[in-house]
């Protein structure tokens, strides 16, 4: 296995405060030294993800720098803040694809791609950091203080959907350095390296946690902890049937129904706002709502119908057994033959039905 010795020494500027510390301190070497030993198989094997973790001061960026010489090395990206986030992006990167990962990474919220960096929050700001990275020319990143500015269970969820992402479509190799060991589980490297026990261990694929999120009937009054990161709607019908979700007791999750009187059924429900808190998306809590309160509807004998643009809602529905599409329309300036136009002017917007589990 190859060992890896590296010595940092920094030299003690002559100077009267220093000069009173090392007196004070009996400390009579003119420079600072650290020495690390550290044993690492080789790496060049086929893998997607892996985590250095360590204590604060343990050597983990130091060790990270050492073994991975050729990788870009991730601190903070260069942010023009009199531009939108999107706006941020290489010109030569196609709109779509910026969309696209901004949703794999759980940044979902339209109008919060819209602002500049420095308006979002610190669990906005790392998703979007990440997505820069991940579209960026470098197909082996190291990503330095991974999750440390964010809350714990942000930090889980975004770990799922860093993993999601990059196991799903990107073709790059990603190391995360981080001082926290609660990620783990979440991020379910191929390999960890523990800094503080000079311990490396290959890990088998294994499954996320389980997320349990608590949903609870309640009243419109909750859609004001919710509105801002509705894109479309701010309001609410003021005979809407409401359902918050708690993740560890967190509001982070809101769906809501009325009543669709058609006239070809007259046991219609309606989906009619469903939102997630912008640090909680990226792992299908809005799908989980939404079937949740789907399935209590049919159980008690109605029909359940659901409108959306959502480019990740529509791919889980089109591919789940629980939904069929009734409606695919399209942008007024798109002419199809095969299918109605959508009411929703310049979205486009697929129609589904809940048919749910037996």
């Not at 973790?53 to 050597?59: I, N, P």
Request: positive net charge.
């Amino acid at each position: 296995m190859p060992t890896f010795n590296i010595l940092r020494e920094t030299k003690i500027n002559e100077s009267f405060r220093n000069t009173q510390i090392r007196g004070m301190f009996t400390f009579e070497d003119k420079v600072v030294s650290h020495n690390w030993k550290f044993e690492i198989p080789d790496l060049s094997s086929d893998w997607k993800i892996g985590l250095i973790v360590g204590s604060s001061g343990s050597g983990k960026t130091t060790l990270s720098k050492e073994i991975f010489k050729n990788y870009y090395f991730h601190e903070n990206w260069e942010w023009d803040n009199s531009v939108s986030v999107i706006d941020n992006f290489e010109k030569k990167i196609e709109t779509k694809d910026i969309v696209q990962i901004f949703n794999a990474v759980g940044f979902s919220s339209p109008p919060h791609w819209l602002k500049p960096y420095n308006h979002l929050s610190n669990g906005q700001k790392f998703r979007v950091d990440l997505a820069r990275c991940f579209l960026s020319k470098y197909n082996e990143i190291i990503f330095d203080e991974f999750t440390s500015v964010v809350d714990r269970d942000v930090a889980k969820i975004g770990c799922v959907a860093t993993a999601k992402a990059i196991r799903k479509f990107l073709n790059k190799k990603f190391v995360a350095v981080s001082c926290h060991y609660d990620i783990i589980d979440w991020l379910d490297p191929d390999w960890i390296f523990d800094v503080n026990a000079q311990k490396f261990e290959w890990r088998e694929r294994r499954r996320f946690p389980e997320i349990k999120l608590d949903i609870y009937k309640t009243t419109p009054e909750t859609w004001k902890f919710f509105r801002e990161h509705h894109y479309l709607n701010h309001e609410i019908h003021h005979g809407a049937q409401c359902y918050v979700g708690l993740l560890n007791n967190k509001f982070v999750a809101f769906s809501s129904v009325i009543h669709f009187p058609h006239p070809s059924s007259a046991i219609l429900k309606r989906e009619h706002r469903t939102v997630v808190i912008p640090d909680f998306q990226g792992i299908g809590i809005g799908n989980k709502i939404s079937e949740y309160v789907a399935q209590s509807y049919i159980d008690n004998g109605w029909r359940f119908i659901s409108t959306t643009s959502s480019p990740s809602m529509i791919y889980h529905r089109n591919n789940s057994p629980l939904w069929i599409v009734r409606r695919f329309g399209r942008s007024p300036h798109t002419k199809s033959k095969h299918h109605s136009r959508s009411s929703s002017a310049k979205r486009i917007t697929v129609g589904f039905e809940y048919i749910g589990k037996k």
